[in-house]
């Protein structure tokens, strides 16, 4: 039977894509992936007795928004994460601000998937926001903690970004 799964996926994906080699195996086990963790999160829930919210407050919504791009970012881009990617992809350049690209190491299947993965902080998002929701839910205030110092972070990013601005803005023009 796996076999046959594995047989059918490759010729799916030699029908999506006929001229270019798409990872749909690996696209699978991401999102068998994701449903594993959408399920140990309900089933957390479950086992402690948390419910769901009626709803998200606007000051969780905030947070949760900043936190997600912040730290979907800092996996995805910083510098100093790129040993939890290096198994998956390859250094290209640096983008500056502690930032780099990296490309996908190799075109195995759920390690190519993988890689594309990391090095996309809006793919990231979806993985991140999910895990914080969670985190409101089992542990809110740990939670709210991470993303407070998270939208921290951003909000110093921003100011750091201001005060280069205001630096170059205030330094005499260059005579040519």
Known sequence: ?????????RKLSAE???TERRPLGGYV????????LLAALAGAARLTGRRLPDRVGPADLALLTVA?????????????????RAPFTRFKEPIGHGEVMEEVRDHQVVRHAVGELLTCPFCLGVWVCTALA????????????????????TGSDFLQFAY?????????PEQS
């Open 1 to 9: 039977m796996t076999r046959r799964f594995s047989q059918r996926l």
């Open 16 to 18: 999506y894509a006929p």
């Open 29 to 36: 086990a991401e999102l068998a992936g994701y449903g594993v």
């Open 68 to 84: 997600t791009h912040k730290l979907a970012r800092l996996i995805a881009k910083d510098s100093v994460t790129s040993p939890l």
């Open 134 to 153: 969670g985190g409101l839910v089992l542990a809110p205030r740990a939670t709210r903690m991470v993303m407070t110092g998270a939208a921290a972070v």
């Open 164 to 172: 280069t601005a205001a630096q170059r803005a205030a330094e005499p």
